[in-house]
T-cell receptor, first 116, second 112 residues
Framework: EAGVAQSPRYKIIEKRQSVAFWCNPI?????LYWYQQILGQGPKLLIQ????????DSQLPKDRFSAERLKGVDSTLKIQPAKLEDSAVYLC??????????????FGPGTRLTVL | GNSVTQMEGPVTLSEEAFLTINCTYT??????LFWYVQYPGEGLQLLLK?????DKGSNKGFEATYRKETTSFHLEKGSVQVSDSAVYFC???????????FGTGTSLTVIP
């Protein structure tokens, strides 16, 4: 079974530029998560989708970050404009759905973003 | 609000030593608790979980018990191996699964 796919794996941009990350979850997984992991910290949940609807985006900096999950499958996360403090690894995860208490999250390899 | 505090690393142990990585949490209601592991060059993966008080999660020789009275979920293993070298993250989710919180991670290195 294919895992969660993410691209690109690495991205270097200058501040104030825009960037987009793509995630393809495991087939059949209804729930999709985006996390930000800054070096030396644990992952921080940015947004959670259930199919193509947003369940929670309380920690998403909405002035510069946006995410969508059209058709309830693939998802993109965009940053516009980027700041230095956005340098991090962006992780995508998916699960069958419902509570993570009962449905394991599977993580992709992440996209490492460096903002210069 | 919800949060997780885990023992700072890095931790270095000799093979066959006993491992404890401390994790305490703050949460409203009754969260579920998790340990995730990230091996070098690999993605995060679930190691074990516990969904209610006094539950014990176990996997690959690792164990953790959900202690509501001490708000803790410490990770233990009786005899570590070199292959256990990784970063370990404690995490919690609220009962509805709408929020997920990770600790800062503890790096473990096991030397032969």
């Amino acid at each position: 079974e294919a895992g969660v796919a993410q691209s690109p794996r690495y991205k270097i941009i200058e501040k104030r530029q825009s960037v987009a990350f793509w995630c393809n979850p495991i087939s059949g997984h209804a729930t999709l998560y985006w996390y930000q992991q800054i070096l030396g910290q644990g992952p921080k949940l940015l947004i959670q989708f259930q199919n193509n609807g947003v369940v929670d985006d309380s920690q998403l900096p909405k002035d510069r970050f946006s995410a969508e999950r059209l058709k309830g499958v693939d998802s993109t996360l965009k940053i516009q404009p980027a700041k230095l403090e956005d340098s991090a690894v962006y992780l995508c995860a998916s699960s069958l759905g419902g509570s993570p208490s009962y449905n394991e999250q599977f993580f992709g390899p992440g996209t490492r973003l460096t903002v210069l | 609000g919800n949060s997780v505090t885990q023992m700072e690393g890095p931790v270095t142990l000799s093979e066959e030593a006993f491992l404890t990585i401390n994790c305490t949490y703050t949460a409203t209601g009754y969260p579920s608790l998790f340990w995730y592991v990230q091996y070098p060059g690999e993605g995060l993966q679930l190691l074990l979980k516990a969904t209610k008080a006094d539950d014990k999660g176990s996997n690959k020789g690792f164990e953790a018990t959900y202690r509501k009275e001490t708000t803790s979920f410490h990770l233990e293993k009786g005899s570590v191996q070199v292959s256990d070298s990784a970063v370990y993250f404690c995490a919690l989710s609220d009962r509805n699964g709408n929020q997920f919180y990770f600790g800062t991670g503890t790096s473990l290195t096991v030397i032969p």
